[in-house]
């Protein structure tokens, strides 16, 4: 019979086993899932023996989904209990796994706005770099992936946009010359994909969203390195403009139980 105070049993499913080679990730993924999306409160405790009984899983199985979920600062060890999960503010809120659990949860709408807010910091400051330090092939590559993206924006071709946005956006933080720049190239691929996976973006970009990346890859392939921050700083800004919208309307709905 479960305890009282174990978090992950009791109302949650039991979760049927899956191939051995997917057993580890299939516990990873669904407890990572639940505490990212508050199906178990912050502060609740588990036991080890739950867990496999859960999914009937072995306790090695189950030792090692725990050991990256306490990596990744979403549980501890606690003594005479088992484990114990841990507030939000103690997660690793960079970790890819942690933003994409968010990402499919409640949580989603903030996960969004604190990715674009964080966008907004970093990019313009990247291609104000990338305009000083980018070697001459590099600028031809993003001049180049510019024009294709006019291309795709004005075909409505929302596919082929977003992959060749992901590229100049990567492209650009690795042209700062910045490592830690570079490092952060997944978090705006994350709201990229975002803003597509959940139908937040036009069919057809805006022209003047097509004609800012444009002047960004001009003006890094020029050096010239206000332009190229301003002309960023305008595209995080639009994307911030354009999202507001739906965070505000996040924020006037009334929970559930009101």
Not at 3 to 20: E, F, K, N, Q, Y
Not at 34 to 59: L, M, N
Not at 72 to 87: E, I, Q, Y
Not at 142 to 168: H, I, S, T, Y
């Amino acid at each position: 019979m479960n305890s009282p105070r174990d978090g992950l049993t009791g109302a949650l499913p039991v979760i049927a086993a899956a191939p051995v080679g997917d057993l580890r990730n299939l516990v990873l993924d669904t407890l990572g899932r639940e505490i990212c999306a508050g199906a178990v409160a912050p502060d609740s405790t588990f036991t080890i023996e739950s867990i496999e009984s859960r999914f009937h899983v072995s306790r090695p199985v189950v030792r090692e989904a725990l050991r990256v979920l306490e990596a990744l600062g979403l549980v501890a060890p606690k003594r005479r209990v088992g484990m114990r999960v841990r507030p939000h503010t103690d997660w690793n809120v960079y970790d890819l796994q942690v933003i994409r659990w968010r990402l499919a949860g409640p949580s989603r709408v903030a996960q969004l706005r604190s990715l674009t807010e964080l966008r907004g910091a970093i990019e313009p400051a990247a291609a104000r770099l990338a305009a000083t330090r980018a070697h001459l092939n590099q600028a031809s590559d993003l001049v180049g992936l510019a024009g294709r993206m006019w291309a795709a924006g004005k075909a409505g071709d929302l596919p082929e946009f977003l992959r060749l946005d992901l590229q100049f956006h990567r492209l650009v933080l690795e042209m700062s010359g910045n490592e830690m720049f570079a490092q952060l190239h997944h978090l705006v691929e994350e709201v990229l994909r975002g803003r597509a996976q959940y139908n937040l973006m036009p069919q057809f970009p805006a022209e003047e969203a097509l004609e800012w990346h444009v002047e960004i890859a001009t003006a890094i392939q020029t050096g010239n390195a206000d332009r190229a921050a301003q002309s960023m700083a305008r595209i995080t800004q639009r994307a911030l403009a354009e999202m507001s919208s739906i965070w505000d309307r996040d924020l006037q709905t009334p929970p559930r139980d009101a």
